[in-house]
């Protein structure tokens, strides 16, 4: 499975399924156990955060978001891609990073197109006036435009690299900005699922709420050192021209601003689907903190008292999901529901007594159409976790994952920041050949018989793990918002290997700093706890 995931030779979802037929001819498990890992809780989580996130989708709710940002930091390069990266990010916290890419090069596409077509006729005027001011034969140093533009080829080659950094900003941001919550990206729902499965008396270490709490700072540092290498990478260290501090707005900064404005304007006022939609998913993300917050009683423990454990994060999305299915998109008027026939079939029956009005096809709308739903949910994805699950009980029961952590032995001997740096490494290489939920799948269950073996808390080195899972930079095809950003013609891959080789090393130093200083204070990491000792692994 390994093999046929890394290299896509039949689809990700078809080579899910293989655990169904060979772990019971292997003996391994019986086929009943075995198809109960395809839809667990964590699957359940997984599928109601993509239909929560289809309806944002349907609704252009997250474009309006992503332009009222950008109106608001304004196009000077630095505030425009902070702003791009700051939108991406918190976009693909809620909604794949695939859609959000795919919403957000375009706008910045048009931007920037905006941005060259406002400078060439800029430069056109500043040529006449270069050329009526040299018609007073005043000197070089007295001709101030040719200051502006003292080498053509160089204005080229900053366009272009501007163009560079922010498709590329774009598709990191939306890779780090998935690993902030549990349900941003999928090997963050593998590692819960897999985590509970390994360890059932964990107590509910894992919860929206905790992994926001540890992974929201981390993903802010990595995207501000991301927004801060770019810059220098591709635009040099200029800052006072970057951020525009003290200089006035250009003719081409005031055309590109007037296109993010046009394309708000489109939008028009917030419907009445939108604006549901908001409220739900505010509503949304206020359970999910709630539920089981730790330093007080959530509202599963108020309200259903010793059923609290019977409710999870899967429970309270789908309990939204639902209610998107019921509410209407139009804003319903009560006063058609005491019409039996409109003021124009009245008139119509009025003339001709013998009309009989044909009965009505159409169906009251919602806020999410299952049509809807069944195209764009990724099915493929979903039997993706559910093979993982089964692969992953599979190690546990076969005695499989125990043999591993016993051939790790001689990491004893390296510190315990030393392993993650080393596994963690080894991810970040291992990732960009292969899709993120099948690298989070194959090694997980390796690294918690590691943990169990080293007798050190088994989330020390696998939330690393897990979050180094998205940090795909180097390639076009290691992700596909790589592929998107790429298809746009603007990126080598030399300049996404050089790039994104940076970007992976600070990942790297990013999550090895974080799980050691506010993750082992926060997650206890300090003591191997109780319920870690078993000998399943």
């Known amino acids: 499975m390994a093999v046929f995931w890394s290299t896509e030779v039949i689809p990700l979802g078809i080579t899910s399924l293989i655990p169904i037929v060979l772990i019971p001819m292997f003996g391994i498990m019986p086929n009943e156990k075995v198809a109960l890992q395809y839809m667990k809780d964590t699957t359940m989580l997984f599928v109601g955060g993509l239909m929560v996130a289809i309806a944002i989708e349907e609704w252009n709710l997250h474009k309006r978001i992503a332009l009222r940002v950008l109106l608001y930091v304004g196009v000077k390069p630095a505030w425009l891609t902070l702003g791009l990266m ?54 070089p140093e007295e001709i101030p435009v040719l200051k502006i533009f003292p080498d053509n080829e160089k204005a080229t080659r900053a366009r272009r690299n501007l163009y560079k950094l922010v498709t590329l900003c774009i598709c990191y941001s939306a890779s780090i900005g998935g690993t902030a919550t549990l349900t941003g990206t999928g090997p963050n729902l593998v590692l819960e699922g897999q985590f509970n499965q390994l360890f059932p008396e964990n107590g509910g270490v894992i919860t929206f709420s905790s992994w926001f709490v540890y992974a929201f700072p981390n993903m802010l540092i990595m995207l501000f050192l991301c927004w801060i290498w770019l810059q220098i990478y591709f635009l040099g260290f200029n800052f006072k021209i970057l951020w525009g501090c003290g200089l006035l707005k250009t003719w081409k900064e005031i055309a590109a601003y007037q296109v993010i404005k046009e394309e708000y304007k489109k939008l028009g006022k917030m419907s009445f689907a939108e604006i549901l939609v908001l409220i739900l998913f505010i509503f949304l993300v206020l359970l999910w903190f709630t539920r089981n917050p730790g330093f007080m009683p959530g509202w599963a423990t108020v309200i259903f008292g010793k059923s609290k454990k019977y409710i999870s994060d899967g429970t309270t999305v789908m309990f939204i999901a639902l209610l998107m299915y019921i509410l209407p998109s139009k804003r319903p008027r009560l006063e058609s529901l005491f019409k039996d026939k409109s003021s124009t079939e009245q008139h119509i029956q009025g003339v001709y007594p013998g009309y009989d009005p044909p009965p009505s096809n159409e169906k009251p709308s919602t806020l999410l159409d299952w049509e809807v739903v069944q195209r764009k949910l990724p099915w493929n994805v979903v039997l993706l976790l559910g093979g993982g699950f089964a692969l992953a009980k599979s190690c546990e029961a076969s005695g499989l994952s125990r043999w591993l952590g016993n051939q790790l032995n001689p990491l004893k001997t390296i510190p315990h920041w030393g392993i993650v740096i080393i596994l963690c490494l080894l991810i970040s290489i291992f990732t960009e050949c292969t899709s993120n939920i099948a690298t989070a799948t194959l090694f997980l269950p390796i690294l918690a018989s590691l943990a169990v073996k080293l007798k050190i808390n088994p989330l020390y080195v696998m939330i690393p793990s897990t979050i180094t899972t998205s940090f795909s930079f180097m390639l076009p095809v290691a992700t596909p918002p790589n592929a998107i950003v790429f298809s746009y013609g603007h990126l080598t891959v030399m300049d996404m290997v050089k790039a994104g080789f940076v970007m992976n090393l600070v990942g790297v130093v990013c999550v090895t700093v974080s799980v050691n200083t506010w993750g082992w204070m926060f997650f206890n990491m300090d003591q191997f706890p109780a319920w870690a000792n078993t000998t399943n692994l």
């Not at 060259?116 to 800029?122: A, G, K, M, N, T």
């Not at 430069?123 to 050329?131: A, D, G, N, S, V």
């Open 86 to 139: 700051g939108v991406t990010a918190f976009l693909s916290m809620w909604i794949s990073n695939t859609a959000t890419t795919a919403m957000m090069v375009p706008i910045a596409q048009a931007v920037l197109d905006q941005l060259s077509l406002s400078e060439d006729r800029f430069e056109e005027t500043i040529e006449e006036e270069l050329q009526a001011k040299q018609s007073l034969n005043l000197l």
